[in-house]
């Protein structure tokens, strides 16, 4: 089984570090007033966002001025989040994960709209190892063109079968997310989807759209387990 965690307003939050940062990044290259207020953030991919922001302000996102863009964004949240407390995890995670990692059979991973770099960097600064999260599948990892978060659950699935040598069915894989992206992208992909209300969306919200479960938060660890761990007894039993 594979579960794969959302990062942002799903195990952690950076109290708004990365949006700042990819403001901070598009005055620094393009000048002050560099506007990314219309731009939708929740549950999108970073290459997506920073397309957006730069057509926002009238340039067009060619691949040197996205590179330029997501190079100084790195460079931002890199020094934003050195500020102690800034990036922290969202309630119940740590217990969560830990619990996850005791479960045979059981591999944990990463689906996020962050690029690789930014991602380690959140993870790392809320004080969660990266590692503990070995299949990863990253905002940039779309294989097509134009990029959807839609296209990642398969990612992680490749990553999965080479790891383990078996492929892996899709109801054997759960998305943790906190938005409507997030349970879109597993719901097209015969993924099983846990809404969790620590984001913009209320759990209710994330039921109506698809998910097959949902909570506030994640605190309630053996309550989460038992629904996450639903197949493995049936396929025992
Ligand atoms: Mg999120």
């Not at 929740?42 to 302000?57: K, M």
């Not at 962050?114 to 990892?141: Q, V, Y």
């Amino acid at each position: 089984m594979l579960i794969l965690f959302d990062i942002d307003a799903t195990l952690l939050t950076t109290t708004r570090a990365g949006l700042i940062s990819m403001a901070e990044a598009g005055q620094r290259l393009h000048g002050e007033s560099f506007d990314i207020g219309q731009v939708e953030f929740a549950g999108r991919l970073d290459p997506l966002i920073l397309s957006d922001a730069l057509r926002r302000n009238g340039l067009e996102p060619t691949p040197h001025l996205l590179r330029a863009y997501r190079d100084a964004y790195v460079r931002c949240i890199e020094a934003r989040l050195r500020e102690p407390g800034l990036a922290r995890t969202c309630p119940g995670v740590p217990e969560l994960v830990a619990a996850l990692e005791s479960v045979p059979g059981l591999t944990l991973g990463l689906l996020t709209g962050n690029f690789a770099e930014s991602g380690m960097m959140k993870l790392r600064a809320a004080g969660l190892d990266p590692d503990r999260f070995p299949i990863r599948a990253w905002g940039d990892d779309s294989p097509h063109d134009p990029p959807s978060r839609d296209h990642l659950p398969p990612v992680a699935m490749s990553r999965h079968a080479e790891r383990c040598g078996s492929v892996i069915a899709p109801e054997r894989v759960v998305v943790i997310g906190d938005t409507p992206h997030d349970v879109r992208c597993a719901r097209v992909n015969g993924c099983r989807v846990l809404g969790v209300g620590t984001g913009m969306y209320p759990a209710a919200r994330l039921l109506a759209e698809g998910a097959d479960h949902a909570a506030d938060t994640l605190e309630d660890t053996r309550e989460v387990v038992r629904w996450l761990l639903e197949p493995l007894r049936a396929s025992v039993a």
